[in-house]
């Protein structure tokens, strides 16, 4: 069993409103001197079997094409 995290984040640029509004509600909440805040995903997925490379292979074309929207995300993968 080979265990994973996919983070997934929105590109520099794009813009972020659910950041935007998250900051707002931290700044109302007290948490003075609190910017650029940016909201994305995380998934922690488990696949069969040992073989590290295919795996990762597959971790991307989950990326590729469901986890991640790639017009507007970047994602990271990382093996454990």
Do not use: H, W
Not at 16 to 40: H, M, N, W, Y
């Amino acid at each position: 069993m080979i265990k994973a995290r996919i983070v997934v984040t929105l590109k520099n640029g794009v813009l972020d409103p659910q950041g935007k509004a998250i900051e707002g509600a931290l700044g109302t909440l007290g948490f003075a001197g609190v910017s650029g805040v940016r909201q994305g995903k995380v998934f922690d997925v488990e696949v069969d079997g040992t073989d590290r490379a295919k795996a990762e292979g597959d971790l991307k074309a989950m990326c590729e094409k469901l986890l991640a929207n790639t017009v507007i995300e970047n994602y990271a993968i990382e093996l454990a």
